[in-house]
Every structure is written in structure tokens, then in C-alpha cells.
């Protein structure tokens, strides 16, 4: 009998691979090509995020050793990390109640995304991942906030937020040399409201 973590692993490895193809054409532009792969695979990548996770609820006991960023600047992203988590949490849920393969393909995908019936929340997330991007890279124009996460790798790892504070320099390093992230938040969004409303509209 196939585990849950094994349906999850492959719910997202569906999900990164999907995403890759459909935005192929951002990917090659070379300023958001470093952006992209942070995006792929640092929110919909194949492996377990649940310490990035929790760490994540415990930001707060970190910030205060990172100059310029309040727990405000990124409340977005842990509302987007929290909910991108549970959508997936119950989409591999239906998956595993259906006894549908691990290989199942786009058809299945689109059949179960649909029946989840949460299209309010899917709205919220695609709200939230084009926020969050226009968060982070307002961040990234920080030089002082560069310095200080580079150099707070060992004191994260000593107060055991070493997953968190990992995601949060690839976050940074990702966007540092873009010099405007308008297009590739854009794009994402309107692509994927009008896959939503496909789907959700039985096309």
C-alpha cells in the first residue's frame, strides 16, 4: 500500500514538472531564470518541506537578527507557504481516496482539483504568490538584508532554523539581480487564474 508521503512526492513532482513546461518561456529570459528555479523547486519541488514548514511558523524568534524586515514584510509568503501546504495536503488526500496511480496524468489531476471544490482558496494562493514576489523582491534591493542572511547561517543552525532561514537566502539570492519582477508575477498570475477558471468551469 502506497503512503501518504509517497502520493505527496508525487503530486509535486506532477506540479513542478507542469509548472516548468508551462512556464518555459520565463524561465529562458536569463534575469528570471534564478527567480523561476526558486519557484519550481523551493515552493513546488519533490521532497518534504515539512521543516521548512515549521520552521516557518517560528520566523518571528528570527527576524529580530535581520536588519530592515519585520514579521509584516513577509506575512504573505507564510500565509502562501501555509496554504500552498494544506491545497496540496487535501488534493493527495482525493488522490489516495480514489486509488488513482502515482502516475497519474493531467486528466486525473484536473478531475481532482476540481472536485476539492475550493476555488476560493486556489484564488487566495494565486493572490498570494503575486504578492509575495513583489514582497520579496522590494527585500531583495536590501544590501544590509543580503549581508545579514549570509551571515546568520550559523546562528540559525544553532537556534534549529537552519530550513527556514535556507529558504529565505535562496528567496534572496534568486532575486537579487532582477531589476523588475512586474512581468514574471504578472505572467504567472493571469496564466494561472485562467487555468483555474478552466478547470473549475468543467474545460
Known sequence: MKTFMQYRIALQVFQSHRLRR???????????????????????????????DNDARRLQHFLHIVPGVHLRDIEELLELISITAELDDGLTDLLIDRGVPLTFDEQIYEQLYRESDNYEDRYRQLELISNSLDNVFRLSRSHLLGIALERSTVIARLAGFESGHTFLLKGYRALRNVTEIDHFATTIYNRELDRLNRIFDGG
Open 22 to 52: 508551462d512556464y518555459r518561456d520565463l524561465s529562458a529570459i536569463p534575469m528570471y531564470e534564478p527567480v523561476g528555479e526558486f519557484f519550481f523547486t523551493e515552493l513546488y519541488g519533490p521532497r518534504d518541506f515539512s521543516q521548512r
